[in-house]
């Protein structure tokens, strides 16, 4: 009696564990596809690899779009690691975008040293556009 009820809680378990892995999966999967359908060329295992250091996928690819569709291609590389270093990467795209329009030279290493220094980058983007120019690292 006891074998029986220790295999059947066991069973469970294992299939308790097997749909969490698997939706896991499934979402990365699903991202992925987004991805690919963006233009964006990242490998299923680059994106299973940023889930499991809990990089938010989503926001990385839409960073991404966002750069290659004003001109501005960012590595998702770079994307990640201003992430994990505590940046705001959507933010700090953006600034890119608004310092290159007003004709103000900012790649985005500099763009994303000021984020990370504290620098406000919606206020670094309109004092961009305002006046081109700004007190930063450039």
């Known amino acids: ?12 378990a ?25 233009n964006v060329e990242v490998s299923y295992f680059r994106l299973l690899g940023m889930r499991l250091r809990r990089v938010p996928i989503q926001t990385i690819i839409e960073a991404s779009v966002l750069g290659r569709s004003e001109g501005y291609p960012i590595e998702l590389d770079m994307l990640e690691a201003h992430y994990l270093a505590g940046g705001n990467v959507l933010r700090t795209v953006q600034a890119v975008i608004a310092a290159n329009k007003a004709n103000v030279k900012l790649d985005f290493k500099e763009a994303a040293a000021l984020d990370l220094a504290g620098d406000d ?18």
């Open 1 to 12: 009696m006891e074998v029986q009820y220790i295999s059947k809680i066991v069973i469970i």
């Open 14 to 38: 294992i299939a308790i564990i097997t749909s969490i892995i698997s939706m896991g999966l499934l979402q990365v999967l699903f991202q992925w596809i987004k991805a690919l359908h963006s």
């Open 121 to 138: 980058m919606l206020e670094v983007a309109k004092n961009i556009a305002k006046n081109k120019s700004f007190n930063g690292i450039i």
